[in-house]
């Protein structure tokens, strides 16, 4: 195997090398086994510089089966659906049914099996978790703008077939349409998660609370827990709130819901309190990226452009003016609809991937945005970062940083909008070696 040596490559360098060059020197029918042979052999080098090497697969290549024939493809969730321990994914579409698919990890690469056969107009957002308590994870997705309803589906575990989708069950119907972002968490601190969902239609924020017995129930109890602006873009085609997370922001031991570009205090039963936490809301997320009491909060501009901004709170976190922000690029984002914190590097401190569309329009044949870029900032742990370019033409939407082969080491997800479709690209980090060759 012939991967770049490590000394003396720029970070921007590796990462657009190692897509030209790990791609043809690794059959992709021995990647698989090759990544979890390598990681068995070679110690890895911990992220030192943060100088990572990547495998891009990708379904325009034949790496991963096509998604489905729609081209609108609107969300991605990643999830040990199949308890096995590695990662699959499920890709949400409307415009064509299928409505859900889900990429599960086989010997090969992926195995596509379908979850909703019939055509629904889901919307982008989505998250995984186990709503029937039966130990295995299920999906929660909302309808787009042609829809009034919220969705969970119940993990049939063991009984898949590829051709069998899940069963379906009604979180919501009625009231208005669009639902992009969802998000779990004990945000009443009950000891049972609620889900949060955004209902754009309405210009609101819902709370619902999950059945004792949700197989049967038919919807699930709602609260409105807000009304109103939250940072959206006021110029555009797109005029909507979006941007859905959990953390404990005010470090009070309980976990607290981000939408927008807002935080959420909660004041006991179903009331809650929003803090603005900057102007422009987006794409949030937020972690420990410095030493003290609180998590500091990250918002990209979503469905709009804008900067990418890092929040830190100077004092008190219920207070707007001690939220003091910055922003991380030298430009604006266009459609940075894609924002993930996690460790990518592995040395132990929270790192950026943030990620721009190549496309957005449907009546244009070009693409909106053919210097779409994709960063990663790699995080000191004193809230300082190191801008790296991890591809640039590629279209990213709802992108996502997971390890997806099981190695340990966290990957990238992504599936394009209406970029290329119908298309989904896989990049696997490669373990870096001490003794580089
Ligand atoms: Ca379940
Ligand atoms: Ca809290
Ligand atoms: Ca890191
Ligand atoms: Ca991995």
């Known amino acids: ?144 703008w042609q829809s009034d309803e919220v969705w969970w589906w119940e993990n049939p575990y063991p009984n898949f077939d590829p051709n069998v989708s899940w069963k379906r069950h009604l979180i919501k119907k009625g009231g208005a349409t669009q639902h992009h972002d969802q998000v779990i968490g004990d945000f009443l601190g009950t000891g049972k998660p609620q889900l949060a969902f955004w209902n754009q239609g309405a210009k609101a924020i819902f709370l619902a609370e999950i059945p004792a017995d949700p197989r049967p129930a038919e919807s699930w109890p709602l609260t409105k827990i807000f009304s109103g602006g939250a940072g959206e873009a006021h110029s555009g085609e797109f005029h909507y709130a979006e941007g859905m997370a959990a953390c404990d922001i005010d470090g009070d031991g309980k976990v607290d819901l981000l939408a927008g570009n807002l935080w959420f205090k909660h004041r006991g039963g179903k009331k809650f309190d929003p803090i603005q936490i900057g102007p422009i809301g987006g794409r949030i997320a937020a972690g420990k990226f410095k030493p003290g009491k609180y998590p500091q909060v990250v918002i990209a501009p979503g469905d709009g452009d804008g900067p990418l901004r890092f929040y830190e709170c100077t004092g008190n976190p219920e207070n707007s003016r001690d939220w003091v922000g910055r922003n991380l690029l030298e430009r604006d984002m266009i459609h940075g609809h894609s924002l993930q914190v996690a460790d990518i590097d592995g040395d132990g401190h929270l790192d950026i991937f943030a990620a721009e569309m190549a496309k957005w329009s449907e009546g244009r044949p070009d693409d909106d945005n053919p210097k779409a870029t994709a960063w990663i900032l790699f995080g000191d742990g004193n809230g300082n970062f190191r801008e790296t370019v991890f591809a640039t033409g590629v279209g990213f939407h709802e992108a996502r940083v997971a390890d997806l082969n099981g190695d340990g080491l966290p990957d990238i997800l992504d599936k394009p909008y209406n970029w290329k479709v119908p298309r989904v690209d896989v990049w696997l980090q490669i373990p870096a070696t001490q003794n580089a060759r």
């Open 1 to 144: 195997m012939n991967f770049p040596p490590l000394a003396g490559w720029r970070a921007r360098q590796s990462i657009a090398a190692a897509r030209d060059v790990a791609k043809p020197s690794i059959p992709k029918e021995k990647a698989r086994a090759f990544l979890a042979a390598a990681a068995l052999l070679i110690a890895p080098l911990a992220g030192q510089a943060g100088q990572l090497h990547w495998q891009h697969l990708s379904s325009a290549t034949g790496d991963l089966p096509v998604p489905g024939t729609s081209t609108q493809q609107t969300g991605a969730v990643v999830g040990d659906f199949a308890h096995d321990g590695t990662n699959g994914f499920v890709l949400s579409f409307r415009q064509k049914a299928p409505a859900l698919v889900w990429y599960r990890p086989a010997a090969h690469g992926w195995d596509r099996f379908v979850i909703e056969s019939n055509f629904l107009s889901i919307e982008a957002g989505g998250v995984v978790f186990d709503v029937d308590g039966d130990g295995h994870p299920d999906i929660i997705f909302g309808g787009d």
